[in-house]
């Protein structure tokens, strides 16, 4: 057998509890939702909304938190983006300043909340605008909470696509489409929408893998997903991480060292995919509804 190139040290697995999708609209799924609320151990949990990749726009949070609101969940959502042009208050002058939340309030909004959702959009402006406000310091912190009896107290966390990847080391992202910029520049041909590749990009670091949303899809740019991330992994193989692919009805799924995979619709899968040294090759794990994994097992 041959080894698979890897430079990970051997780390603590925090317990933490993720359910995150392979595309935004998947966290709808009353699949999707029944984990979270079985993590959070409630019907009704408080979901703390964080639309900071899709830019805050309305349409989004109703069409990701369907299955919440559905389920009869309280919702807080928290804006944290800038106001892109095209949604400026026309009422708006010279003078008005938006007012963001304080570091405190921020705090408090995640202390109390049962579940910590994030959007799908431009994974890039969230991780960087989260750094800015110091919203990234915050979720890490609650993502290592413990209880008395040392068990996971914490937030369950959850989103799709750009909510995917907030929680892993690194990301396979789309945050280079032009489309999905806070202000889109204005007057591009159709090829210049186009003319696109995906990027790696750093996440909360909670999961020690590279996440791959829509991984069975073909995104804007004509690349299918698969192929790009293999190309990411191959072109990097001195970081010897290993990729999660997630199909995009697909969910995966942590709870402290296990993982399971669910699926929204049948034959949803995820991957786990990392360099073989000896081969030259990837290995490939194919992880369906049913099976039996680990984080440790996976080598996260």
């Known amino acids: 057998a041959g080894t698979v190139a890897s430079k990970k040290s051997k780390q603590t697995i925090r317990m933490v509890q993720i359910v995150c ?23 009704t949990p408080q979901v703390l909304y964080l639309g900071t990749p899709s830019h805050d726009r309305d349409d989004i949070f109703h069409i990701q938190t369907k ?8 919702i807080k ?5 800038e106001i892109p042009n095209s949604r400026s208050k026309s009422s ?19 202390d109390e909340a049962d579940v910590i959702m994030v959007s799908g959009g431009n994974t890039l402006y969230a991780m960087n605008r989260w750094k800015q406000l110091g919203m990234d310091e915050i979720l890490t912190r609650a993502s290592v909470q413990t209880n008395d009896d040392d068990e996971y107290a914490g937030p369950v966390f959850c989103g799709g696509s750009a909510g995917a990847i907030s929680w892993f080391q690194y990301g396979n992202s789309d945050s280079m489409n032009p489309m999905t910029f806070l202000n889109p520049p204005e007057d591009l041909s159709e090829e210049e929408k186009i003319d696109w590749d995906y990027i790696k990009i750093d996440g909360l670091n909670m999961v020690q893998a590279l996440c791959v949303p829509h991984y069975d899809a073909m995104q804007h740019n004509g690349i299918v997903r698969s192929k790009a991330s293999e190309r990411m992994v191959i072109e990097d193989i001195e970081s010897g991480y290993p990729c999660i692919g997630i199909d995009e009805e697909a969910a995966f799924v942590v709870d402290g060292d296990i993982v399971r995979v669910l699926e929204g619709k049948s034959g949803s899968r995820c991957y ?17 509804e049913g099976g039996e994994y680990s984080l440790s097992g996976l080598g996260l």
Do not use: H, W
Not at 67 to 74: E, H, L, V, W
Not at 273 to 287: E, G, H, P, R, S
């Open 21 to 43: 999708t392979g595309k935004g609209a998947a966290m709808a799924m009353t699949k999707m939702v029944a984990q979270v609320q079985a993590f959070a151990k409630k019907e």
């Open 67 to 74: 299955g919440f609101q559905n389920a009869n969940c309280p």
């Open 77 to 81: 959502r928290m804006d944290l983006s």
């Open 92 to 110: 708006a002058t010279g003078n008005d300043k938006i007012v963001y939340p304080t570091r405190e309030e921020m705090r408090k909004s995640v």
């Open 272 to 288: 786990k995919k990392v360099y073989n040294t000896v081969t030259q090759a990837l290995d490939v794990l194919v992880m369906e």
